[in-house]
């Protein structure tokens, strides 16, 4: 007895009747993807999951706030500072031991390519009805 919300359907351009299947578990269309994203896992059994609401590029750092600076060291410490907050925000999740991580928002190619080395699953621009499946 599975509730009706609980059941997505995802219509896929090209296919026919007869490859319709019923997954146990919970599937989405694939979602704008860069490289590294061929060599993330695909399935998986029962994996810790992480949902955001954040991007994860670099540029969503930058968007946040408003400096100013009076030398290329002081740029460089910026531009540091902000690698270094996205790659502890990537560490973070890869310890907490999640095998996928979705998000409503982008994930950009550094946290993809950082996610494939790692084995873990990501897909950013989820749809939010697919993000509340999940989270059941």
Partial sequence: NLPLNMIGVKKVHGGSLEDTRLIAGVAFK????????????????????VLLNIELELKSERDNAEI??????EYQEVVDAEWTILYEKLQKIVDSGAKVVLSKLPIGDVATQFFADRDVF???RVQDADLKRTMK
């Fill in 30 to 49: 694939k979602t704008f993807s860069y490289a590294g994203f061929e060599m993330q896992p695909k399935q998986y059994e029962k994996p810790s999951i």
């Fill in 68 to 73: 100013r600076i009076d030398s290329v060291e």
């Fill in 122 to 124: 990501c897909a950013g």
